[in-house]
């Protein structure tokens, strides 16, 4: 079984380039999220989406940008990166806000 | 603000039991997760508490007290693949999940 996947698995990125980190769900969650995870810091929440065709902004949401044009993929955009941008990223979807959250297994990216 | 607090680091024998500690403050409260996150890997869903008490699930345990914002995650007869980072998350009054940074769980033989 597939479950959620990301794509890369890691990236070297030059400051000021786009990305679009990817991500796919198998398992019909209404919800997604995108977080980023930094040494010594809790998870935070960059962007979410409850649903199919709506998203939301999270605790970090600056300098990202995603779109849910359908339930499987939650697509993760860095516009112009920057060197505060390397982190490792979790894509992650549930049945609802209240219940197990499944996680891909992540991206390592760094800007340099 | 929103917080959590959980300990950065704790030690243990193999065969032993642990417990991690995890207080938290946030707007409003929808339930507690714990999370389990081997170094290099994605984290992988323990237990959720919403009720106040003891949840008992194979070698591990989750409780929570909502008047005091505090639960733990109870570990018995511990195995070396028990090393990990074990991650505390709060659900606010948005739904959203507040994370703590981590314990990290070092088992000595």
Redesign the interface.
Known sequence: TAGITQAPTSQILAAGRSMTLRCTQDMRHNAMYWYRQDL??????IH?SNTAGTTGK?EVPDGYSVSRANTDDFPLTLASAVPSQTSVY?CASSDS??????????TRLTVV | GQN?DQPTEMTATEGAIVQINCTYQTSGF??L?WYQQHAG?????LS?N?LDGLEEKGRFSSFLSRSKGYSYLLLKELQMKDSASY?C?S?DSN????????TKLIIKP
């Not at chain 2, 890997?41 to 869903?45: C, D, G, M, N, R």
């Not at chain 2, 959203?96 to 940074?101: D, K, M, S």
């Open positions: 010594g810091l809790g998870l935070r929440l979410y999270g979790f806000s209240s219940s197990e959250a499944f996680f891909g297994q992540g | 959590i929808n339930g997760f890997e994605a984290p992988t869903f959720y919403v991650l998350a659900l739904y959203q999940l507040i994370w703590g940074a981590g």
